[in-house]
């Protein structure tokens, strides 16, 4: 069988064009279809399908697309509160699929789909791909081999830009992402599970917006999503993590630092530095350890590379027939944990966890 697979994409706006920029780095994974409503989307995309040397079909009905081309393989990369309503007609088609995060807005929608996704016939992967930053993934291969002992204290830190403008300014309003926690740090909560090895049975958040958009006016209306934050979670069997969130901290000089601490020693990542550095307690250290990004892979997007070694592994499954890495169960209690946190601002209280896909 040829290692060759046809791929669509649904919603080129800027994710989707670097999913377009990524697969044509990936051997056999031949971008064959495009559907955005958009037609400024649909023609940014068609320029760039022309300067990396696809040859693409472009729908303004991702329907028609469906049932016209057949894709082997369709990445949703379409706005936020659009995945519940796109996934479901592609899911009949029997295509594997590539659900961007968040899954869903809604943590209900979430576990719905978890649950139809648990007994698809085909390949379901969430696009949590911040676990696929090499120095990132690195750190975490460092920490599930016991260097620093079981990790008792996990923080994450992202001190970054504000949210960019989109195709009708959709991600200004909380019912069109989920909220904030949901939209961006569903990444986050994604990495605690994943670093930890565990699930988290509590969360207590604080957070506003205080800075960002509020002299921005869409048909009268303010935006209301939040700019920073600090997010509590506590797991099972009593380690805690907590995430440090601003949005108007682009001069920062490391948009991303991750720490974890444990009975050995202390091991922290940053990006975009892509250092990794660990502190034992014996005071030997500290020693810091770069990890590359091939430059190829840095060029096609905009998240250190992490795009590409997911779509790597995505196609290799897809081949093999093997499960996802990244499943609807992942991308449910991502998006759970951070709805759970923009409750907890909301009312100023913790929230317990209690996860709805369970069986």
């Known amino acids: 069988m040829t290692d060759s697979r ?34 400024g989307s ?85 696009g949590l791909e911040y676990r ?22 996990l923080s994450i830190r992202e001190h970054r830009f504000p949210f960019l403008e989109k195709v009708g300014d959709w991600n200004r309003f909380n019912r069109n992402t989920g909220g904030t926690l949901v939209e961006k740090c569903c990444h986050f909560f994604d990495l605690m599970r994943h670093i930890l090895r565990g699930e988290p049975v509590r969360v207590f958040a604080s957070g506003a917006q ?15 999503i939040i700019d920073n934050a600090y997010v509590m979670v506590d797991f099972e069997g009593g380690t805690r993590a907590v995430l440090d ?12 630092e991750i720490c974890a601490v444990g009975p050995i020693g202390k091991m922290e990542v940053k990006l975009p530095l892509g250092e990794v550095t660990w502190s034992p307690r014996d005071k030997s250290g500290p020693v810091s350890t770069h990890i590359a990004t091939p430059a190829a892979a840095m060029a096609a997007g905009d998240h250190h590379g992490a ?10 499954a897809l081949i093999d027939g093997t499960p996802p890495l990244i499943n609807a169960s992942d991308g449910y209690r991502s998006v ?18 209690e996860f709805l896909d369970k069986d």
């Open 42 to 126: 649909r023609s940014a995309a068609r320029i760039l399908a022309h300067e990396l040397g696809q040859s693409v079909q472009l729908f303004e009905d991702s329907t028609e697309m469906m049932v016209k081309v057949k894709p082997d393989a369709v990445i949703i990369a379409a706005p936020n509160f659009t995945h519940f309503d796109i996934v479901q007609p592609v899911m009949l088609s029997g295509a594997a699929i590539l659900l961007e995060k968040p899954m869903c807005t809604g943590v209900e929608d979430a576990a719905v789909l978890a649950r139809a996704a648990s007994g698809y016939d085909s390949l379901f992967w969430v």
């Open 210 to 224: 205080d800075v960002n958009h509020l002299d921005e006016r869409y048909d009268g209306e303010v935006p209301d």
């Open 245 to 256: 969130l601003c949005m108007f901290a682009e001069g920062s000089e490391q948009q991303e």
């Open 307 to 316: 795009t590409y070694f997911q779509q790597c592994d995505f196609h290799q």
């Open 132 to 153: 696929y930053m090499p120095p990132v993934t690195r750190f975490i291969e460092r920490l599930h081999a016991g260097e620093i002992g079981d990790v008792k204290m």
């Open 336 to 353: 759970a944990i951070g709805a759970a946190a923009q409750q907890s601002i909301a009312t100023g209280l913790p929230v317990p966890i």
């Open 6 to 39: 046809r791929y669509a994409i649904i919603g080129c706006g800027m994710m989707g064009r670097e999913h377009m920029a990524n697969l044509a780095l990936v051997p056999g994974a031949d971008l064959v279809a495009i559907a955005d409503p958009d037609e």
